[in-house]
T-cell receptor
Framework: LAKTTQPISMDSYEGQEVNITCSHN???????ITWYQQFPSQGPRFIIQ???TKVTNEVASLFIPADRKSSTLSLPRVSLSDTAVYYC?????????????FGGGTRLMVKP | GAVVSQHPSWVICKSGTSVKIECRSL??????MFWYRQFPKQSLMLMAT?????????EQGVEKDKFLINHASLTLSTLTVTSAHPEDSSFYIC????????????FGQGTRLTVV
């Protein structure tokens, strides 16, 4: 499974756009990139998933360059409730069981 | 979206006793479920893969006789922490993916185990 590297922590202010970049140099052809959000004492929650280029949903955008060796999660206009740990994971797209290996994650602190 | 329910949300038990945690997929069938453990300020660590109708697959360093996993149906997996000790106190989380490929995993809300 491809290993991921993310910044340990980030600070931001309400209303700002936050971009969290993840490195996954050994990503395999079948791997998808998925981001999860975790609040204290809760299970991770799916944010967004992509394979290449750009993916956007109602809460975030995911930018993936052509070489797919990194990805950037973009959170528009964050609020205090976005304070959480964000995990970037890569997984085998053919693995319907979705076994995931978690890296360290990025602890985002949104300040008023 | 799909829902995975975990029970109980928290449990306190005496050292030496056993605790069972349930993980249910509420609106889909899960042939495979995963159990994770998370210590404070740390990431999730995969403990084992629970396979419906067969033995679980444990990660290196996880004692299979201590952490008993049963996946008797397509919607239920259980993790039993046997002869619990204070060092087993942790946050246990299960996840399940559906049969479709390239879909996100769904996580339970987690179980906070405190062994006193």
């Amino acid at each position: 499974l491809a290993k991921t590297t993310q910044p340990i922590s980030m600070d931001s202010y309400e209303g700002q756009e936050v971009n969290i970049t993840c490195s996954h140099n050994n990503i395999a052809t079948n791997d998808y990139i998925t981001w999860y959000q975790q609040f204290p004492s809760q299970g991770p929650r799916f944010i967004i998933q992509g394979y290449k280029t750009k993916v956007t949903n109602e809460v975030a955008s995911l930018f993936i360059p052509a070489d797919r060796k990194s990805s950037t999660l973009s959170l528009p206009r964050v609020s205090l409730s976005d304070t959480a740990v964000y995990y970037c994971l890569v997984g085998d797209g053919n693995n319907a069981g979705n076994m995931l290996t978690f890296g360290g994650g990025t602890r985002l602190m949104v300040k008023p | 979206g799909a829902v995975v329910s975990q029970h109980p949300s928290w449990v306190i038990c005496k050292s030496g006793t056993s605790v069972k945690i349930e993980c249910r997929s509420l609106d889909f069938q899960a042939t495979t479920m995963f159990w994770y453990r998370q210590f404070p300020k740390q990431s999730l660590m995969l403990m084992a893969t629970s396979n419906e109708g067969s033995k679980a697959t444990y990660e290196q360093g996880v004692e299979k006789d201590k952490f008993l996993i049963n996946h008797a149906s397509l919607t239920l997996s259980t993790l039993t922490v046997t002869s619990a000790h204070p060092e087993d106190s942790s946050f246990y989380i299960c996840s399940a993916g559906g049969r479709r490929q390239n879909t996100e995993a769904f996580f339970g809300q987690g179980t906070r185990l405190t062994v006193v």
